[in-house]
């Protein structure tokens, strides 16, 4: 039987295996999916050493997904667009990365009926997060896409790597537009606390996306909702459900459907 893992520091919250049986089950394939903690001095050597013995895939979660980008021999265009690697499985004996949080990302607007095309996208923060889901927004058409961090030049950075005319970046406290999609890719929420950035960038918002998820309400849209009542809000349980599907069909070959894991997450 084949086995997969989610391997992260920490890791004990994912939800991950559940996901991933649960497709498992509705398409009749024998796996089996765990959850492993890796130590911060001993990634590599760790990752190596599971395929030795025989996984057949892992998702990386944080903080590994820069050096599970390195570690790897061949990456697909959209993990090397990112920099960053959450699928990781064996080819021709050789380790082979992949990234599917954009699709995640972009699937999950999609179910949520958001158009991409022809928007104007604002993505607050420029770590691993806000690089995995560039290469998958720009393929969904959008008008422009402004990046916006603390720190302006790591968002500097990903448009100067970019040779999308479609992307800007500034620095969080010069930005003084509405956006018609805004996302949140700090990792701000899992702290309860928000970025820095005026209010503005809201009020002409059609929808504002956590990429974190509780089953809480977030600090970042409960902060929308205020400012504009009428917009629609998302959390990243969806982007979460749609990736793992996009890494069962990398390692599968069959996409599932996402709808019964998506139901039954909203009630664990
Ligand atoms: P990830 O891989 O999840 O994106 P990361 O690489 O550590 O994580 O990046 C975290 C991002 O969240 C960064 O853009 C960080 O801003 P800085 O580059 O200025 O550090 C941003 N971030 C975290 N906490 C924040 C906060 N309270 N306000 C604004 N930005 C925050």
Redesign the pocket.
Known sequence: MKKFLVIGNPIAHSKSPIIHEEFAKQLGIELTYSKQLLELDSFEEDVLKLFENGIAGANVT??F?ERAFSLCKHVTDRAKLSG?VNTLYIKDNTLFGDNTDGEGLVRDLVYNEVTIEDRRILV???????RGCIPALLNAKPKSIMIA???KD?AQRIVDESNSEKLSALG?DEVTDSFDIVIN????SV?K????VSSIIFSEAIAVYDMYYSNEQTSFLAWAEKINPDVTLINGLGMLVEQAAEAFYVWNGVMPKTQAVRNLLSNV
């Open positions: 944080l903080p997904k960053a607050i923060g420029a770590g691993g997060a806000t961090n603390r720190t790591k969080l890719a700090t990792s701000s702290y606390e928000l970025p820095v």
